[in-house]
């Protein structure tokens, strides 16, 4: 479960960095009309409040709780879209609400198999890619901001 929070915010920060390269185009050669280059605009991402995607029946209770901590922690990202200082200050006071289930979460996954970690991120993949889906406009936002560098290392902390 954990190793899925890691997972999620890896992905966001590897998506963006992917994303800015694309972004950055050579000048173009013709009088191509500007509005054939302009993209569509992404799709909402999400408002604090909006459902949050179900987990699986397959879950254990532990896991239950862990993907409803992963879409509350969705909820910190979309409440602080452009302050990165509040961002960090709320994610690390989310992340120090949560140490006993973090704790309890690395602790079970140290003793599954990698199969059973396999099936659950299987079966919450609707669940995972919600989160990234929320967390990307302000990862990408604050991603050179040091303190939400630092706070988002306390969930990569074994």
Known sequence: MVRMFQIALCSAAVMLAACQKKTEQPPRA???????????PPADPGKPGQPAAKPDPGNSPLEAKGVEMMNQMAEVFIANPHDCEKLAVDLKSFL?????L????????????????TAFELRNRAVQQQVLTKVSPTLEACQSNKNVEAAMKQ????
């Open 155 to 158: 969930l990569t902390a074994d």
């Open 30 to 40: 013709s009088a191509e009309p500007v509005a054939k280059a302009v993209a569509a």
């Open 102 to 117: 973090l704790g309890q979460l690395a602790a079970m996954e140290k003793q599954q198999t990698e199969e059973e970690r």
């Open 96 to 100: 120090d609400q949560h140490k006993e």
